[in-house]
């Protein structure tokens, strides 16, 4: 498996190298907003919305009334022995 994870991080490195490049003069464009700022940027509106929905998320699920586990107990059953032998 882990063969495999290492073709296929070379094959990508390769593939970006040759189809990604651009000079340095051409300014950053956001990838989730479309703004003038690195797809990286943690100001990013788009950004910014999802931390606070995912925020919002986890605290709804940390508040939420988990039900109670099931505490019945079941009566176990009365031992009974097995019967003697018949004999040899």
Same mark, same amino acid.
């Given at each position: ?9 070379? /094959? ?6 040759? $189809?990604?490049?651009?000079?340095? #003069?051409?300014?950053?464009? $956001? ?10 940027? =943690?100001?990013? *509106?788009?950004? /910014? ?8 998320? #986890?605290?709804? #699920?940390?508040?939420? =009334? ?7 107990? /079941? ?5 009974? *022995? ?7």
């Amino acid at each position: 498996m882990a063969f495999f994870t290492l073709i296929f991080r070379m /094959v990508s490195a390769i593939t970006l190298n040759f $189809c990604c490049q651009k000079d340095a #003069s051409t300014p950053a464009t $956001c990838a989730n907003c479309g703004g003038d700022h690195p797809a990286s940027y =943690q100001g990013c *509106p788009a950004h /910014v919305a999802y931390k606070e929905a995912r925020d919002k998320a #986890s605290a709804d #699920s940390r508040n939420r =009334q988990r039900p109670k586990p099931n505490t019945r107990r /079941v009566p176990a059953r009365a031992f009974i *022995p097995a019967p003697p032998p018949l004999g040899n």
